[in-house]
C-alpha cells in the first residue's frame, strides 16, 4: 500500500493542558469554557497571548498579540499563567501513549508529530477507523483533544490537520487537493511565511495559484524558496518519519527533610546534595541534561516547580547546582 502519514496536533495546547490540570487540582471552572488566554499578567497587562480558547477567538484575539490589546477586546478575559514544566509533563504522556500504537514517530514540537501509519495499517480497518481510535483514547485518557490529518506525506499530513478545529480528523489524499487545499489562501500553506505578501503582489493569492503558476517564474522570483512552495502547493512532500529512540525517562532525586529548610543557606546544602546525585547518576548513564527542573514542596505539602533549559548540556555537578539555586531563588517565597 502507498505511505500513510498522521499529523496529530493538540488543540491549542498550552490552554488545553492548563485547563485539565486545574480540573485536576480541585478547580471546576473549564477554562476552555470561557474565554481566557494563556500568557501574562493580569495586574501589569505585560506578555503575549500564548495561547486562547474558542470563545476568546469569538473576540478576534490572536495568538501572539500583547496581552493589553487582547484585555481592551475583551475586559472579562481571564489570564492564566503558562507552566512549561507542566506541559512538558503532558506532552511526555501524550508521546508515550502513541508510542504504545508505533514507534514510528517524528515529535515536530511539543505539541505536535508525525506517525507513520503504513507499518500498523493491516490492524485497523481503514485509516480513519485508526485515527478516531487514537483521537478517543487521548481524550477519555487525558482529557484534552486532538486534530487528526492523514495523508501519504507530511506536508499534507500537516496541511489536512489544520481544518477545521477542534478535535476533528481530516483527509488529504492526492485527489482531494484540488478541493479541499487549492482555494485556501496562499498565507495557510506551509513554509510560505512572509512570502506571502510577495506572492499577493504578484497576483498570487490562493494555494492554488500558486501551484499553477510556472515553477521556473517562482524559481526568478524567490530562488529555492519558490521551487519549495511551488512543490508544497501541488502536495509534493517527504513521506519519511524520521523516528527517534523514545525520550529516556529524566534523571532526579529528591529529598524530605527531617526540618524544615529556613535560609537560602539551608536549602543551598540540600539542591548541592541533590545536584552531586543527579550527577553522578548522568554521568555513569553516559547522558547530558539540556533541561533542569526545580520543585519545592512546603510544609502545607503545596508543590510548585520552575524549569529552564540550558544553553550547552551538561552532567557536571556544579553546573546542575548553579542552575538549580537559581531555579530555586526565583520559586522560593522564603518560607
Request: hydrophobic residues 40%.
Amino acid at each position: 500500500m502507498h505511505r500513510i502519514i498522521f499529523h496529530i496536533d493538540v488543540n491549542s495546547a498550552f490552554l488545553s493542558w492548563s485547563a485539565v490540570d486545574r480540573l485536576e487540582h480541585g478547580e471546576t471552572l473549564d477554562i476552555r469554557t470561557i474565554p481566557a488566554i494563556i500568557g501574562g499578567d493580569s495586574a501589569t497587562r505585560h506578555g503575549v497571548v500564548l495561547a486562547k480558547s474558542v470563545p476568546a477567538k469569538a473576540y478576534k484575539i490572536v495568538t501572539g498579540e500583547p496581552v493589553a490589546n487582547a484585555l481592551r477586546k475583551c475586559p472579562t478575559l481571564m489570564l492564566v499563567p503558562p507552566d512549561h514544566a507542566m506541559y512538558q509533563r503532558k506532552s511526555h504522556a501524550l508521546m508515550e501513549l502513541l508510542h504504545t500504537y508505533t514507534d514510528d514517530i517524528e515529535q515536530l514540537s511539543i505539541d505536535e508529530c508525525f506517525l507513520d501509519f503504513t507499518p500498523i495499517a493491516h490492524r485497523y480497518e481503514s485509516p480513519l477507523a485508526a485515527a478516531k481510535i487514537i483521537s478517543a483514547n487521548i481524550k477519555s485518557r487525558f482529557g484534552f483533544t486532538v486534530n487528526i490529518g492523514i495523508a501519504p506525506n507530511k506536508l499534507l499530513a500537516k496541511m489536512a490537520s489544520d481544518f477545521t478545529k477542534p478535535d476533528r480528523i481530516h483527509t488529504l489524499f492526492p485527489d482531494e487537493i484540488a478541493k479541499k487545499m487549492w482555494p485556501l489562501p496562499v498565507d495557510d500553506l506551509y513554509m510560505v511565511g512572509h512570502s506571502s505578501a510577495r506572492l499577493k503582489a504578484l497576483g498570487i493569492r490562493t494555494i492554488g495559484e500558486l501551484a499553477a503558476t510556472d515553477p521556473d517564474y517562482l524559481r526568478q522570483e524567490f530562488k529555492s524558496h519558490g521551487t519549495l512552495m511551488w512543490e508544497y502547493a501541488n502536495g509534493i512532500g517527504d513521506d519519511h518519519v524520521h523516528s527517534t529512540k523514545r525520550e529516556a525517562k529524566g534523571i532526579g532525586n529528591s529529598t524530605t527533610l527531617k526540618e524544615d529548610a529556613r535560609t537560602l543557606a539551608d536549602a543551598k546544602k540540600v539542591l548541592l546534595s541533590l545536584s552531586e546525585s543527579v550527577s553522578i547518576r548522568l554521568r555513569k548513564e553516559k547522558m547530558l541534561a539540556q533541561s533542569i527542573t526545580v520543585e519545592i514542596r512546603y510544609h502545607d505539602f503545596t508543590n510548585t516547580s520552575h524549569q529552564c533549559s540550558l544553553l550547552s548540556a551538561t552532567n557536571t555537578t556544579d553546573a546542575l547546582y548553579k542552575t538549580a539555586v537559581s531555579l530555586f531563588q526565583q520559586l522560593w517565597n522564603s518560607e
